[in-house]
């Protein structure tokens, strides 16, 4: 178990409280010029300011040192950008402060290994807690049609902020190829690829699957794609997820792609992939695929994921779920 750090910053008088410093300098691009404080998840760092308003309140659960540190900051504003963590919804539910969320990504019912998904998560907070906040940004009408009956809030269709924030320049308007987006997560790169296949990786319901059943959709996507662009002449890329330092990334492609032709594009900035906007974009489930798709791109969804894995429901994991139940869309159609 790990022991939080104390900090001993003061933050009183701030405008907005932000809570967890995942995607907290997204964040603060869209709050401009308001003068804002990031709050540590409390397993992660304890503030002894407010370990002490605590101590002299007598109130030691975990939801009062998150209200005192609201309280103690001034805060007229409570804000994350992570919108899977159900303490934001516990206290934004307990306190007076108006209070905001931003999605970050595709929802479904997939749940990391030893983890549980998003919605079990709510479901479990909420049965001792009521959950709420003042305003969810959402992509569009996916995260309301999952979470509408867990969480009390107004729904705010304003499709990815981050994406929004970015304008992207120079943008090529010839067709050179085709672009597949990797979703490749952070691992230990000092695994080797064959070892790696074979760990748990996460599931769905009771059913565990590994990384090698995940990311055979991957696997399968891109040896078919290298063999389309060959036979057509055409580039093929993979848009990498990881910057260039991180190579297990492409090790795994190069394993599974061997003598099929490819370029590797590591990802090295913010939507810097967007310069391949005008290729036609193939993606299984990535959000980086929806946001392309709000461009105007042309994006192909193959909603293969787990699709080798008997018994397993799988159908959260297809694309617009649970607002599109169609399985076939005008790409296959034509």
């Given at each position: 178990m790990r022991v939080p750090k104390i900090s001993f910053q003061r933050f009183r008088g701030c405008d907005v409280l932000i809570l967890d410093f995942r995607g907290s300098e997204s964040l603060r691009k869209l709050l401009g010029g308001r003068r804002s404080v990031v709050l540590p998840l409390a397993e992660e760092s304890l503030n002894f300011w407010v370990l002490m308003r605590m101590i002299f309140h007598f109130r030691f659960r975990r939801l009062d040192y998150y209200l005192e540190a609201l309280s103690y900051s001034k805060a007229r504003l409570l804000a994350s950008w992570i919108d899977t963590n159900p303490w934001f919804y516990r206290i934004a539910a307990a306190t007076s402060v108006p209070s905001i969320v931003f999605q970050n990504g595709v929802r479904n019912e997939f749940r990391p290994h030893r983890g549980l998904s998003m919605r079990q998560s709510l479901q479990s907070s909420r049965k001792s807690s009521r959950l709420s906040c003042t305003y969810y940004m959402t992509f569009g009408d996916q995260v309301p049609a999952m979470f509408g009956d867990l969480i009390q809030t107004k729904f705010t269709t304003i499709g990815s902020a981050l994406n929004n924030s970015f304008t992207i320049e120079n943008e090529s308007l010839e067709c050179t190829g085709l672009s597949m987006i990797s979703s490749f997560p952070s691992v230990n790169q000092s695994s080797r690829t064959t070892d790696l296949e074979v760990q748990p990786f996460g599931g769905i319901d009771e059913q565990t699957v590994t990384f090698g059943e995940y990311f055979d959709a991957e696997k399968r996507l891109a040896q078919l794609l290298a063999g389309i662009a060959d036979r057509h002449g055409l580039t093929f890329r993979i848009l990498g997820k990881r910057p260039a330092n991180f190579q297990a990334e492409k090790a795994f492609y190069d394993k599974h792609l061997r003598n099929l032709e490819y370029d590797f594009v590591p990802n090295e900035a913010p939507y810097s992939h967007t310069r391949?906007?005008?290729?036609?974009?193939?993606?299984?489930?990535?959000?980086?695929?929806?946001?392309?798709?709000?461009?105007?791109?042309?994006?192909?969804?193959?909603?293969?994921r787990l699709a080798r894995v008997p018994g397993i429901n799988r159908e959260s994991l297809n694309f617009g779920y649970p607002v599109i139940r169609d399985a076939a869309g005008p790409f296959l159609d034509e």
């Open positions: 391949f906007g005008s290729d036609v974009i193939v993606t299984i489930d990535s959000t980086f695929g929806y946001e392309m798709l709000s461009r105007g791109s042309k994006v192909v969804f193959v909603s293969n």
